[in-house]
């Protein structure tokens, strides 16, 4: 894959992210170069809906610092993306939102313990018999008078460490982090960890609920990521179509 296809690619999701409300004025996402592993591609500070290809910047995974250095603003929290890309050399894209249904589990105490897969297209949340989905607490490093961004490398490696092997890290008063082996399944991941909330929501205030086991997750995972190509196409002519880059 060209530098210039892995820049559209990732301009495309931002815009995605925008349309399927996961992502508003605030969030990023990021994609490592396929080319260079020790780099990734990422906007500079501006509100996804806004990218364009001239807005991509490249970063280094080491520093999480521009590659170029009169490089326009880059995100307060671009450690996120390379602090995680560090300590996870299997992740080839980063997401990092706002979302706002999977808030109330990042608030609610004990919540990530209740953030399960509710439905088939959340299986790669790992099912009930797997561990729980792990919650970042930032005043276990920043103390209790930080604005809750990730804004040091040490901070984006203190998230790093609690996403650990996992798809899904909820920060605890802010928002989350998904991370995939490809920029579709990362988006694919966000957009359902989106829904399952919903989900969860909707169904919590009728009772009991019944949520995957981890067998059932990790089967309904290998079938829907095996086809990621087919929401990814989707959303992304989509969000071509809106931007007047594609007729009709
Ligand atoms: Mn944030």
């Not at 706002?100 to 209740?114: E, H, M, T, W």
């Not at 729980?132 to 604005?147: C, K, L, N, T």
């Not at 829904?195 to 909707?202: F, G, S």
């Amino acid at each position: 894959m060209s530098r210039s296809t892995q820049v559209d690619d990732v301009v495309d999701a931002n815009h995605v992210l925008f349309d399927e409300g996961i992502v508003d004025a605030f969030g990023h996402v990021s994609v490592r170069c396929e080319n260079d592993a020790s780099r990734f591609l990422m906007a500079r500070n501006l509100a996804p809906s806004r990218v364009t290809p001239a807005d991509i910047l490249e970063f280094h995974v080491a520093s999480g610092e521009p590659v170029t250095s009169a490089a326009s603003r880059p995100y307060l929290e671009r450690f996120i993306h390379s602090e995680i890309y560090r300590a996870r050399p299997d992740v080839m894209a980063v997401v990092h939102s706002h979302s706002p249904a999977a808030l109330p589990f990042a608030i609610a105490r004990g919540g990530a313990r209740r953030f399960v897969p509710v439905c088939h297209m959340a299986g790669f949340l790992g099912g009930v018999d797997h561990e729980s989905v792990p919650s970042f607490e930032i005043r276990d490093q920043a103390g209790g008078a930080s604005d809750l961004l990730i804004r040091s490398r040490e901070l984006g490696a203190a998230l790093a460490l609690t996403l650990g092997e996992r798809r899904l890290v909820l920060m605890r008063g802010h928002g989350c982090t998904v991370v995939g082996p490809s920029l579709p399944v990362a988006v694919f991941r966000a957009v359902y960890t989106e829904v399952n909330a919903k989900l969860l929501l909707q169904t919590l205030p009728l009772g009991e609920i019944e949520a995957l086991t981890a067998g059932e997750a990790d089967a309904t995972r290998i079938t829907n990521e095996g086809q990621a190509a087919r929401p990814w196409d989707l959303w992304r002519e989509q969000a071509r179509r809106k931007r007047g880059l594609l007729a009709g």
